[in-house]
């Protein structure tokens, strides 16, 4: 007998039923459910129906009341930084004072602080702290995440980056998807050897492939830090060894990353703040998504990425939290929702579709999750509002009521099931 799991009282629910990538107008159609239940089998969604619910009296089956909560997919957050030592917050007020973010970095601040810090930090320190953080992101619905390594910047220190996020996917309820950013920065050994430490980034991608460490490459495409050739000859080499690409670019400068991404075919690229017109009309044909990380311009006090303009021109976007502790010190993903209405000027339904079914297709899983749809993993948020606009529209709080990850309830009323 099947474990089956019935929720119902749900006020309604709010999910993009569009096949991805969802570009353009289409990111604001989502399909409305009123006062529906959903029957869920083991791991998946097996019926969503309205009107009243017939309980199977089999002693397996479990009951849970929605109380008339709204109800969306679990988040897919596909851009964080989780696994770090340390923290910035001595540069906070150099940041304040105007101190810009790529003169910080210069001076062997910024990421490359971080990088001392994760190099000092034990993998049970990483581990730790990094559990917490994932704790913080299941209580804000999110169950699916994206975790780029780069703060170890050698082989050593990146491999134990790479085997926290491991060992924190078999133990933890969220899921991990693991992205290999050994050309987050040039360390300062290399400072004269640009060439050499491009090259050794390649040479360990085929190590990190041997050990199964991550499905994706990064590469940090910005002036100073990795130019559009230097970019293109790791995002090449990595694509040979059947790796997938994401990768950081049109941040603060426009350097011909973008291009070189698209012409890879990227999963995404991200941040995008400084991205061209012509970029734009690339990137409508194609299945590249464009990740807007708004938390991330929200923090550092910069211009925001054209998100009306992109949607317009037919782009299918996601966004995601960027969590870090130099540029977007926050595990909250609702906020990012959130700043996603009031500065991307994105619509309610349009950010729904950019944190689950969009982000979920550029980690290539939007077979089974990222909507709520018969068929597909019960991944799921319960929210404590009336509807959609309401949970943009009141920000900076938690609505988590409950969260529903591969059926099980793993968040109820706000708390994590079991502890
Ligand atoms: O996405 N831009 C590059 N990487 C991160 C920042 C990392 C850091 O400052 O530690 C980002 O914003
Ligand atoms: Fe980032």
Known sequence: MENRLIIYNIKTIYTSINKPPVRGKLMS?????????????????????????????????KIYDANQKIMIPGLVDSHTHLVFGGSREHEFSKKIAGVPYLDILAEGGGILNTVKA?????????????????????LFGVTSVEVKSGYGLDLETEIKQLKVAKELNKNHQIDIYSTYLGA?????????????????????????????????????????????????????????????????????????????????????????????????????????????????????????????????????????????????PSENFQLTMQISGNKLMMLPEEILTAATINPAYSLDISKKIGSIEE??????????????????Y??????????????????????????
């Open 118 to 138: 994760t190099k000092k930090a034990s993998f049970e320190e990483l581990y730790n702290k990094a559990k917490k953080s994932l704790d913080e992101m299941l």
């Open 184 to 328: 987050h920065a040039l360390p300062k050994e290399y400072k004269n050897k640009r060439n050499e430490y491009v090259q050794k980034v390649v040479d360990d991608l085929e190590i990190i492939k041997q050990e199964k460490l991550a499905d994706y490459v990064d590469v940090f495409c910005e002036t100073g830090v990795f130019n559009a050739k230097e970019t293109k000859s790791i995002l090449s080499a990595a694509k040979k060894l059947g790796f997938k690409l994401r990768v950081h670019t049109d941040e603060i400068d426009s350097i011909g990353g973008t291009k070189v991404s698209i012409d890879l075919k990227a999963k995404t690229i991200d941040h995008l703040m400084a991205i061209t017109d012509e970029d734009i009309t690339a990137l409508s044909k194609s299945n590249t998504i464009a990740n807007l990380l708004p938390s991330t311009s929200f923090f550092l006090n910069k211009e925001y990425a054209p998100a009306r303009k992109l949607i317009d021109s037919g782009v299918a976007l996601a966004i995601s939290s960027d969590y870090n502790p130099g540029s977007t």
């Open 375 to 392: 068929g597909k993993i019960a991944d799921l948020l319960l929210l404590d509002c009336n509807n959609l606009d309401y949970f943009i």
């Open 29 to 61: 159609e989502v399909e409305v459910i009123n006062n529906p239940y959903i029957v869920i089998e083991n791991d998946k969604i097996i019926k969503i129906s309205t009107g009243d619910y017939k309980v199977d009296k089999t002693p397996k089956t």
């Open 394 to 419: 009141h920000y900076g709080i938690n609505h988590t009521y409950s969260v529903f990850k591969n059926g099980k309830l793993v968040v109820d009323k706000r708390r994590i099931v079991g502890e």
